[in-house]
T-cell receptor, first 110, second 115 residues
Framework: GQNIDQPTEMTATEGAIVQINCTYQTSGFNGLFWYQQHAGEAPTFLSY????GLEEKGRFSSFLSRSKGYSYLLLKELQMKDSASYLCAVRENSGYALNFGKGTSLLVTP | ETGVTQTPRHLVMGMTNKKSLKCEQH?????MYWYKQSAKKPLELMFVYNFKEQTENNSVPSRFSPECPNSSHLFLHLHTLQPEDSALYLC??????????????FGSGTQLSVL
């Protein structure tokens, strides 16, 4: 089984930078995913990390430290449309599916 | 337009009703999933199908019955549900179940209310 923790809610200002943390405990690790979910919509893929380090993709970056069981999602130049829930998910060695945290609800204010 | 389509978007049913949720993916994927999303809880994996074969059943009560007639379609048959089953039911697909980098593509879900 797994334990995946992320903050419940965060608020940030338009144009700013925000970091959303995720910690996990797992018996086997085969990658960490970040998804974005707007209210009433499907979760959409943002990033994938399996090796330690930073993956950058436009305004979004994701970092992984396997030894610490830790990841973060960094959002730069925040826009109002970035208000959404951000889901951290881990794939174990043994399974196909992803195991998700509860998600972090981000509110971007003017 | 999403590559994974779920119908209906909203469903209200009584505890004695029988209903079915439908999922269709247009991505040519071979693995399909049912997840349950409740308020204040993580997405919970329910079932996994890979090449039409069920590969995971995450201790789901028998009042939920999945069906995967082919790699493009997935159903969730519901009967004698309880109010605590009210949730958003999400379908997802991936190329197949084996690739570690594979990401899941989700549908928009069916919001289910059990009265």
């Amino acid at each position: 089984g797994q334990n995946i923790d992320q903050p419940t809610e965060m608020t940030a200002t338009e144009g700013a930078i925000v970091q959303i943390n995720c910690t996990y405990q797992t018996s086997g690790f085969n990658g960490l995913f970040w998804y974005q979910q707007h209210a009433g919509e499907a979760p959409t893929f943002l990033s994938y990390n399996v090796l330690d380090g930073l993956e950058e993709k436009g305004r979004f970056s994701s970092f992984l430290s396997r030894s610490k069981g830790y990841s973060y999602l960094l959002l730069k130049e925040l826009q109002m449309k970035d208000s959404a829930s951000y889901l951290c998910a881990v794939r174990e060695n043994s399974g196909y599916a992803l195991n998700f945290g509860k998600g972090t609800s981000l509110l971007v204010t003017p | 337009e999403t590559g994974v389509t779920q119908t209906p978007r909203h469903l209200v049913m009584g505890m004695t009703n029988k209903k079915s949720l439908k999922c269709e993916q247009h991505l040519g994927h071979n693995a399909m999933y049912w997840y349950k999303q409740s308020a204040k809880k993580p997405l919970e994996l329910m079932f996994v199908y890979n090449f039409k074969e069920q590969t995971e059943n995450n201790s789901v009560p028998s009042r939920f019955s999945p069906e995967c007639p082919n790699s493009s379609h997935l159903f969730l048959h519901l009967h004698t549900l309880q109010p605590e089953d009210s949730a958003l039911y999400l379908c997802a697909s991936s190329q197949d179940g084996a690739g570690v980098r594979e990401k899941l593509f989700f549908g928009s879900g069916t919001q289910l209310s059990v009265l």
